[in-house]
């Protein structure tokens, strides 16, 4: 059971737009800045979004994080075949003092 | 360009011992905090263990305390982690991690993996 919860799949049509939720609690979303991770199939994560809300250079700006209390949330709008991948938020929680992640979303498209 | 290079993953045996290593270059090892990622076959990510950078200490989760140490050569830009009393439950892919930050493991920069199999 991870400590970030995050629904298990998600799916949109070409061109749509969507969300995937990251829920969390005070010891760690709440407090703690939080990073998205895209991850394809057998090959390393790269980093999407960090600090809530900031694109790396080289990330498309169809891709949008925001935070809210306890939650986030990773937005991808347009969506593209190309966006099919596996999506992991993290962030630090202070009471395991770890670095802890979401359970993923796998992103159909 | 940040670049980070597993090695040491293969086979050993239930209780049995294996060290990795990670080769940085392309940044200032030393200012750095680092990490230890794994994923088991099918299943999602799962933090290990990090290392503060400037020789600082160091953070491990609940399923490897006292079994894995994380340590780090500066000289050598080199992290390591020692994995000790393996258990079937560690096989999985071994992601060497850059933080984007010298005290705490935010994660911005991954390598390509090595593969751990623990079986008898």
């Known amino acids: 059971q991870s400590v970030l919860t995050q629904p298990p799949s998600a799916s949109g049509t070409p061109g749509q737009r969507v969300t995937i939720s990251c829920s969390g609690s005070?010891?760690?979303?709440?407090?703690?800045?939080v990073y998205w991770y895209q991850q394809f199939p057998g090959t390393a994560p790269k980093l999407l979004i960090y600090r809530n809300n900031q694109r790396p250079s080289g990330v498309p700006d169809r891709f949008s994080g925001s935070k809210s209390g306890t939650s986030a949330s990773l937005a991808i709008s347009g969506l593209r075949s190309g966006d099919e991948a596996d999506y992991y938020c993290?962030?630090?929680?202070?009471?395991?003092?770890?670095?802890?992640f979401g359970g993923g979303t796998k992103l159909t498209v | 360009e940040v670049q980070l290079l597993e090695s040491g993953g293969g086979l050993a045996q239930p209780g049995g011992s294996l060290r990795l290593s990670c080769t940085a270059s392309g940044f200032a090892f030393s200012s750095y905090a680092m990490s230890w990622v794994r994923q088991a076959p099918g299943e999602g990510l799962e933090w290990v263990s990090g290392i503060k950078g400037g020789g600082g200490g160091t953070y491990y989760g609940g399923s490897v305390k006292g079994r894995f140490t994380i340590y780090r050569d500066d000289s050598k830009d080199t992290l390591f982690l020692q994995m000790n009393s393996l258990r079937a439950a560690d096989t999985g892919i071994y992601y060497c991690a850059k933080a984007d930050r010298i005290d705490y493991p935010h994660i911005e920069s991954w390598g390509q993996g090595t593969l751990v199999t623990v079986s008898s």
């Open positions: 005070n010891s760690n979303i709440g407090g703690n800045f």
């Open positions: 993290a962030t630090w929680d202070d009471s395991l003092s770890g670095w802890v």
